[in-house]
C-alpha cells in the first residue's frame, strides 16, 4: 500500500505598506549621496538605525548596508588592483555593477519585493 501524501506552499507574503516600501527604497537609493562625497554607508545606516520596528524596511536597510560594505571592499581590492594593471578593467566593473545593483534593488523595494543583492558579504546581520 502506498500513501501519497502532498504538500502545498504556504504564501507567507504580505502587502507592504506604502510608507515601508518608500523607506525601503530610500535605504537603496541613499548609497548614492556618496556623489557628493559622503561615504555610501551613511544612508542605509541613518535608515537602518532610524526604521528598526518596521521588518520590511530594516530587512532591506540591512541589506542595503551588508552590499555597500562589500562593494566598498571590492573598490578598495580592485583600486589597488591597478597597479597591477587589472584594475583598470575590474574597477569600472565594480563601479557600473554596483551603480546597477542599487537601481535595481530601489526598484524591487518600490514594489514591495524582499530583494537580496548578489555578490554580498552579510556583516551586518
Given at each position: 500500500m502506498t500513501t501519497q501524501t502532498t504538500t502545498e506552499a504556504v504564501s507567507t507574503t504580505y502587502e507592504v505598506p506604502a510608507?515601508?516600501?518608500?523607506?525601503?527604497?530610500?535605504?537603496?537609493?541613499?548609497?548614492?549621496?556618496?556623489?557628493v562625497g559622503i561615504p555610501s554607508l551613511v544612508g542605509p545606516l541613518v535608515v537602518w538605525l532610524l526604521n528598526r520596528e518596521d521588518p520590511f524596511v530594516e530587512q532591506q536597510a540591512k541589506d542595503a548596508l551588508n552590499f555597500n560594505i562589500s562593494f566598498?571592499?571590492?573598490?578598495?581590492?580592485?583600486?589597488?588592483?591597478?597597479?597591477?594593471?587589472?584594475?583598470?578593467?575590474?574597477?569600472?566593473?565594480?563601479?557600473?555593477?554596483?551603480?546597477?545593483?542599487?537601481?535595481?534593488?530601489?526598484?524591487?523595494?518600490?514594489?514591495?519585493?524582499?530583494y537580496r543583492y548578489p555578490l554580498t558579504m552579510k556583516l551586518v546581520s
Open positions: 510608507e515601508s516600501r518608500k523607506l525601503a527604497m530610500l535605504a537603496h537609493l541613499s548609497a548614492f549621496v556618496s556623489f566598498l571592499i571590492y573598490g578598495i581590492v580592485a583600486a589597488i588592483s591597478i597597479i597591477l594593471l587589472v584594475g583598470l578593467i575590474v574597477l569600472p566593473a565594480v563601479l557600473i555593477t554596483w551603480f546597477v545593483l542599487v537601481i535595481v534593488a530601489a526598484v524591487r523595494a518600490a514594489n514591495g519585493e524582499n
